[in-house]
């Protein structure tokens, strides 16, 4: 989940990854909102160790709507107005660029692209020390290169009015150790602009602002300064854009390693703490001494922050289990009893795998509780604006997936009046502000979702729910459900949600569902476009 790294060698004299030149890859935000012209990155990590001069590139766009059926609704009216297939774009780029920085991130402009879905085929030519080399995607030894692929939209992705779409779990270059490394808090803003996003909690790991970022094995004096230089350096970032549009606000969060009640590592995010919060407990860099540094509820009293249990059931191996002593969260926890609890589950961790239908199913189970959790969706997004490339056997080989993209899995959240609807456009009334994130946590209504809105509202009759899709993603729905877990005589719950009478099946693209209540503890919706796009709401408590 990570841009690879591929020098470390645990002092080692070998590695099959380890090669005389910096980590250089392409990288791309997975798709681009009308407004924001299409662009790439070439990414270049240790160049402060391996000086390179950046030659030129060549990008050749090749449409995918011929041979990609999922995408076959993208570019209908331009379908209609063309008979023969796009052509190929070609773009070369002369550069010249001598890098010498730990981490550089170079913007290549792609200029005005039609709207469309595309596979960019990215070659580059670098030299070093009078030797030159060209490769394709990336120079990552053992790794098969891919294309970038990405999709210039005709529409910005739905939205509830009223609501703001963020990315709850995404790191930046401050999370960088024998494995991995992220992007700069500037690039992310820049992507998440890209995609659609409206803010980004940036959950940097609490270890690794305790090791120096020269040396990564190296403990730091303090890990305070390092937290406190990302505070700044998110603070510094533009706050409109050149048109006067506000940007993403950027958030300066932490992803803590804590002890749960069996003594084990677990990750919990947190929403832009008020300072930096320990948890050392599995960073991998005391061998096999990987003890909690802090239990959960010690960290939740030493904030006031909203906390979340961060990809609660994801799937591990026994390196993980055993060596790093990670483990899974349980109902205790979830500290529901104490002063300052867990106040949602990111269950949704940039794929939906096993350890999403675990912990989806670990959040049904607390709301028939009564524990009403907020449902959140991420992507633990290393860099990987465009697909992830990471360490499969340390010193041996490295993979590559389309998991774990950034703002690719978002939590959309009620702000109230910050934004109005007049016509088919919002108007923005306000910035969007921490204040109004923390007030939107606190209160109980959100989706998740990787393109429909779907979102409820309270009324004098009971709760109606809103489904909207449009050609990007997906256009109608496969269906629209929705659940309730009534009330028995007793006055407990019943042990089973149902599905209720207004769900839809093969519903078009804007549905407005209300539906009657009455003996209802909760009602909630999940909804799945035609090209299996999904989304899921939070639970309306019957009041």
């Not at 990414?43 to 990008?59: G, Q, Y």
């Not at 992310?188 to 959950?203: H, I, M, S, Y």
């Amino acid at each position: 989940m990570r841009y690879a790294e591929t020098h470390f060698k645990f002092k080692l004299p070998w590695s099959l990854l380890y090669k005389p030149w910096p980590e250089i890859i392409f990288d791309a935000p997975f798709q681009f909102v009308p407004g924001v012209e299409p662009y790439l990155w070439i990414v270049v990590r240790d160049a402060d160790h391996f000086p390179t001069t950046i030659k030129n590139a060549e990008i050749v766009l090749k449409s995918r709507t011929q041979n990609a059926q999922h995408d076959a609704l993208l570019l209908q009216d331009a379908q209609q107005k063309q008979d023969a297939p796009q052509p190929d774009i070609v773009i070369c780029k002369d550069l010249n660029i001598e890098v010498r920085e730990q981490m550089k991130f170079i913007p290549l402009a792609l200029g005005k692209i039609p709207v469309g879905s595309y596979e960019a085929h990215c070659k580059l030519t670098v030299e070093r020390e009078g030797k030159s080399q060209t490769f394709e995607r990336w120079n990552l030894p053992r790794l098969k290169p891919v294309p970038l692929c990405f999709k210039v939209l005709n529409e910005k992705p739905p939205i509830a009015p009223g609501y703001a779409a963020g990315e709850m779990h995404c790191h930046t270059h401050y999370s960088a150790d024998h494995v991995e490394y992220g992007a700069t808090p500037e690039v992310l803003q820049l992507a998440a602009k890209a995609v659609g996003l409206d803010f980004v909690n940036c959950t940097n790991h609490a270890y690794d602002f305790a090791f120096t970022q020269e040396d990564y094995t190296k403990e730091a004096d303090s890990p305070v300064p390092r937290f406190q230089k990302l505070r700044e350096e998110i603070a510094a970032l533009p706050v409109k854009d050149e048109n006067g549009n506000d940007m993403p606000l950027m958030l300066a969060g932490e992803e803590v390693s804590a002890g749960n009640s069996k003594g084990e590592n677990v990750h919990m995010t947190v929403l832009a703490p008020e300072g930096y919060l320990p948890g050392l407990g599995d960073c991998g860099r005391y061998w096999l001494e990987n003890r909690p540094t802090r239990s959960i509820k010690q960290i939740l009293n030493m904030t006031e922050a909203h906390c979340f249990a961060a990809h609660p059931f994801q799937q591990m191996g026994l390196l993980e289990k055993f060596v790093f002593r990670r483990g899974y969260w349980k109902p205790e926890d979830l500290q529901l009893k104490n002063k300052h609890s867990i106040r949602g589950l990111q269950f949704w961790n940039g794929i939906r795998d096993e350890g999403f239908k675990l912990g989806r199913e670990f959040w049904i189970n607390e709301l028939g509780k009564g524990n009403y959790l907020l449902p959140i969706g991420g992507n633990d997004a290393h860099g990987d604006l465009n697909s992830m490339t990471a360490v499969d056997l340390p010193l041996i080989s490295l993979k590559h997936t389309r998991a774990h993209t950034f703002g690719n899995v978002r939590t959309v959240i009620k702000v109230g009046s910050r934004k109005s609807e007049v016509g088919s456009k919002a108007k923005q009334e306000s910035a969007l502000s921490l204040a109004d994130i923390n007030a939107a946590f606190t209160a109980d209504n959100c989706y998740i979702t990787d393109g429909p809105a779907l979102w409820w509202e309270r009324d004098d009759n009971g709760i109606t729910f809103h489904a909207r899709s449009n050609k990007e993603t997906g256009g109608g729905f496969r269906y629209v459900r929705i659940y309730g877990r009534r009330i028995q005589s007793n006055g407990k719950l019943a042990p089973e949600e149902e599905v209720m009478i207004g769900s839809q099946v093969a519903t078009p693209n804007h549905a407005d569902i209300p539906v009657a209540t009455l003996g209802f503890a909760y009602v909630r919706a999940e909804c799945e476009t035609a090209t299996g796009k999904f989304a899921l709401t939070s639970a309306a408590r019957i009041q």
